[in-house]
Nanobody
Framework: QVQLVESGGGLVQAGGSLRLSCAAS????????MGWYRQAPGKQRDLVAT???????NYADSVKDRFTISRDNAKNTVYLQMNSLNPEDTAVYFC????????????????WGQGTLVTVSS
């Protein structure tokens, strides 16, 4: 009853940019944090960036100064602006939200999106 839908992935050349979006919908009372994680083939899923409802952000060292996370609280949407992409950024990017549900969705939940593929060619 709560879902995250990502968009914006695709193929880009090294040095290029992409912007990912993730919209949360459903029985949501409050979203505490939203973030992006990525998983390259054969590797574990790693943190890329997170942002809380109040605005503080956290980035993986590998993306600092290249990626920017932002959030539109009114739209329950988080964005990831990715600049200066390199082949090492190739991965499936997953959105995650920590939220409090409403109605029949009770308590605190952590929800994942289905992922969007980002491929950076050299």
């Amino acid at each position: 009853q709560v879902q995250l839908v990502e968009s914006g992935g695709g193929l880009v050349q090294a040095g290029g940019s992409l912007r990912l979006s993730c919209a949360a919908s459903g029985r949501i009372k409050r979203i505490d944090f939203m973030g992006w994680y990525r998983q390259a083939p054969g590797k574990q899923r790693d943190l890329v960036a997170t942002i809380t409802s109040g605005g503080p952000t956290n980035y993986a060292d590998s993306v600092k100064d290249r990626f920017t996370i932002s959030r539109d609280n009114a739209k329950n949407t988080v964005y990831l602006q990715m600049n200066s992409l390199n082949p090492e950024d190739t991965a499936v990017y997953f959105c995650k939200a920590g939220l409090v549900g409403s109605g029949s969705v009770v308590g605190y939940l952590e929800v994942w999106g289905q992922g969007t593929l980002v491929t950076v060619s050299s």
